[in-house]
């Protein structure tokens, strides 16, 4: 079982930033790859960075140049940073845990609230 543990959501102004944390409750250097997802008002859950134990990265095009995935394997904590914010970026935020390639479990956490607004 992997918990995970997010923080940092909030309301932030255009163009402002935040940084969201995921802690989980395992070595994260044991799982293959961590990542953050988000899901608007009305939309599916999108894929918005992961990150593999190796450091690969990958990021949706939306957000390539503005996010910022990365990971303390000391505190078993994957951030990501956002910067430029947009209106457009509101959504619950998850963290989720793919314990090995090609699992056919995800973990996740239970989310935190970023709201862009003026």
């Known amino acids: 079982q992997v918990q995970l543990v997010e923080s940092g959501g909030g309301l932030v102004q255009p163009g402002g930033s935040l940084q969201l944390s995921c802690a989980a409750s395992?070595?994260?250097?044991?799982?293959?790859?961590m990542g953050w997802y988000r899901q608007a008002p009305g939309k599916q859950r999108e894929l918005v960075a992961t990150?593999?134990?190796?450091?690969?990265?990958n990021y949706a095009d939306s957000v390539k140049g503005q996010f910022t995935i990365s990971r303390d394997n000391a505190k078993n904590t994957v951030y990501l940073q956002m910067n430029s914010l947009k209106p457009e970026d509101t959504a619950v935020y998850y963290c989720?845990?793919?314990?090995?390639?090609?699992?056919?479990?995800?973990?996740w956490g239970q989310g935190t609230q970023v709201t862009v607004s003026s």
């Open positions: 990150i593999t134990r190796g450091g690969t990265t």
């Open positions: 395992v070595s994260i250097f044991s799982i293959y790859a």
């Open positions: 989720g845990a793919d314990p090995s390639p090609g699992s056919l479990r995800r973990y």
